[in-house]
Every structure is written in C-alpha cells, then in structure tokens.
C-alpha cells in the first residue's frame, strides 16, 4: 500500500466516522400509539393528533415517526400490545379510546411518559394523583364525560319529554360502566323517570340490547361512551333510526352517522391537545411539569333529518344553543 492510499483511506474514515455518530445521536424520535379503537373509524381523531404534533414542531415521516396498535374493540388484547410498543424503544406512548388502554399503558411502563385521552376521571381510577401535578410519568388531556349525565338528560328530556323509561347502554368491559350507570340513574331519578341498564361489548349484542330495548318499551336510549361503541357508531346510529327510538351521546360523531342528539366535549379537540403534549415532551418537557388538561371545549349537536324522522320538534331554546346538522 503506497502512503497515497494510506493517506486517502484515511480521510475518508475522517470525514465518514463524525456522520455515523451524528446518525447514531440524532435519530427520528418514535412514538408508541395505543388505542382500543380501529383506524378506519379513528382516521379523523388521528389526524387531529397530528396537527397537535404539527403546532409543537413535528411532521411524521421528517422528524418523528408513529407506530399504531388498534386493539379493534378487543380490549384483552391492549397489555399486550402495550408491552409489544415498549419493545421498540419509543419515546413517548400515546393511550387513547378508553380507561382500559389508558390502565393497560400505565401498567406496562413507569419510566417511558405517557400521555392519555380519558373521558372517566383520571384521579379516580387510579392514573394520576393529581390534575395539578401529575407525579410520575403520566399526563394527558381529560373530557370528564360522568359530570356531564345530568345534563344530557336534561337535554334529552326537553327534546323528547314523554319518555318515561330511558335505556342505557352501557359496555360491562370498560371499567367505569357501574359508576357511570349509578350516575346515570341518580340524575334520571330527580327526573321523574326510570332507567334499564342494557349491557353489550360485541356487535351481536348491540343487536340484541335493541331488542330488549322494544321490549321494555323505552321512550329513548342514553349511551355511555366507550371505544367500542365509538367504533360501532354506524351500526348503533342505524339501529336507532330503525326503531325509531331517540337517543343521546356523548359524542358528535354519533350524531353524524345518524344519531338524534350529543352533548359533550369535541375529541378533534382532544386529540390536538393530545399531539401538542406529545410534541412538548419530544421537546424535553417533562409528564410532571404538564397538568392534566381538562377540556372547556363542549358542543350540543342535533341532527334535525333524524328529529324530523321521529317527529320530533325541536324546541327554540335548544336551537339557539345547537348546532343543528342535517
């Protein structure tokens, strides 16, 4: 070998080794994205969880990467997938579509932040011991859904007063369920009005609790939002037009796939929120130093095709306040 070559291959090495350390220093951050949900239905929220990444300073595919696991409404599945994200070193896990992926993320890692959606009261079940501070490696954005059962009730009761018994659906996997339905009941009872308790966590039995719903006769139907639920929305709004029953939820997407009425926080919303806490922890802010947001964001949402279908008339006082969509 002449000193020429020596002297070349040399530099080369120089020049070359600084690149490989850079890469090895600076690589694309990776965010684990949980949820009990399936993409299809989630594609909007998603994309709202990306322009919350976009306001903080990350675009996907430039400067952080996403890595999704859709439980698809089997929530057994979601420890699993937590740990399954763990394994590929990412730097922040996103828990959303219910408490159960948020407790299934908060039991695979205590060092890895995480930053949740959760409409059931995050100090209650167990996720952070404060809004304020959330000590440990916890945080997130809360739509506390259980505060708002009166009101919907209210609501649904000036909109369709002549229902008497009210039929609440509910899915006995997400752990909230009971609480929930002894809400529910309370304010219904201050109301003058009686509540049957319909259980369903497969498709086959929404389909069923409809049935039970004509039986027991019930006036309207009250659903407790859940990610199952979420994604079932177009069979569950269907279900409703074809009974011929009024119902209320939490959410507007329900009502956009057909649904007569919802009261409740905007997760499009949310889930920008979600992304811009994401995005600031990327940035080096730690979960403590981030309090738990509580959403201020709600909106009345009455679908007047589905109204006049079920020859409802919608009250002026309502209208003012709705947003009224056809």
Do not use: C
């Not at 020859?311 to 006082?317: K, V």
């Amino acid at each position: 070998m002449d000193r020429r070559t020596l002297i070349g291959g040399a530099a080369v090495g120089l020049f070359a080794w600084p690149l490989v350390v850079r890469a090895q220093k600076s690589p694309i951050p990776l965010i684990g994205f949980l949820s009990s949900g399936s993409p299809a239905q989630w594609a909007p929220l998603i994309a709202a969880f990306r322009r919350g990444l976009n306001e903080a300073g990350y675009v996907e595919r430039k400067n952080v990467a996403i890595e999704f696991r859709w439980a698809e409404g089997n929530y057994e599945r979601l420890a699993a997938q937590a740990d399954d994200l763990l394994r590929s070193q990412i730097a922040v896990l996103v828990a959303t579509g219910g408490t159960t992926s948020v407790l299934a993320a908060k039991a695979a890692t205590s060092t890895v932040p995480i930053v949740f959606t959760l409409g059931a009261d995050p100090v209650k079940i167990g996720v952070v011991a404060n809004l304020g501070r959330p000590v440990g490696n916890v945080t997130g954005v809360s739509f506390i859904t259980g505060e708002l059962h009166a009101k919907r009730l209210e609501l649904l009761h000036e909109l369709v007063p002549k229902a008497g018994v009210i039929a609440l659906l509910v899915n006995p996997d997400n752990p909230s369920f009971e609480a929930n339905a002894k809400a529910v009941q309370d304010a219904a009872r201050s109301l003058g009005q009686q509540v049957r308790v319909l259980k369903a966590r497969t498709a086959t039995e929404i389909d069923a609790a409809f049935v039970a719903l004509v039986q027991l006769r019930a006036g309207a139907l009250f659903l407790v939002s859940d990610g199952f639920f979420l994604d079932r929305r177009e069979q569950i709004a269907g279900l409703t037009a074809r009974h011929a029953v009024p119902a209320s939820f939490e959410l507007r997407e329900f009502v956009t796939a057909g649904g007569l009425m919802s009261y409740g926080a905007s997760l499009v919303d949310v889930y920008r929120q979600a992304g811009i806490y994401t995005g600031k922890i990327l940035n080096g802010v730690k979960p403590v130093d981030l309090p738990v947001l509580q959403s201020t964001k709600f909106e009345l949402v009455i679908n007047t095709r589905t109204a006049k279908a079920l020859g409802l008339r919608i009250p002026q006082s309502l209208q003012v306040h709705a947003e009224l969509i056809d």
